[in-house]
């Protein structure tokens, strides 16, 4: 499974990927996909490649999980799930999913940083929601 990963991360590095989009830098390239976490153009990051891949999405004033499930018709290939506006529950249900990927992929691809970056993200959109909430009752 990993050889088939990083096959298809060098077909895509190479410039076939509709999404990437070179940044300042030469030796850095961002990701335009909607789903991604980081917005950078890496194997980590790729929400195409990954067999397994979950990011943070706000949408009409909710917080959701994006879960990638690889087996669905690419139709339904992402699962979108409400997030409880308390934050000890959010976070109960994002360390539950985040057990039930594929440890391999979790320690290899997924590294400690992304985690921390999608739990920051989390922590953002749901501070903003909250804020906008603010604002009405003003």
């Not at 970056?117 to 804020?131: P, Q, V």
Request: one cysteine or more; a negative charge.
């Amino acid at each position: 499974m990993k050889t088939e990963i990083i096959t298809a991360w060098r077909y895509l590095d190479k410039g076939h990927c509709a999404f990437k989009t070179s940044a300042t830098s030469p030796d850095k390239t961002r990701c335009n996909h909607l789903f991604t976490v980081t917005g950078l153009h890496k194997l980590s990051d790729c929400p195409l490649i990954q067999p397994q891949f979950f990011s943070f999405q706000q949408q009409e004033g909710t917080v959701y999980i994006i879960e990638k499930n690889p087996e669905a018709v690419p139709a339904a290939m992402w699962g979108f799930t409400e997030l409880p506006a308390k934050r000890t529950d959010a976070k109960k249900l994002v360390e539950k999913k985040v057990k039930g990927l594929d440890e391999e992929i979790v320690s290899s691809i997924w590294k400690k940083f992304d985690q921390q970056y999608s739990m920051a993200e989390l922590i953002r959109a749901s501070e903003e929601l909250k804020e906008d909430d603010d604002d009405l009752e003003d």
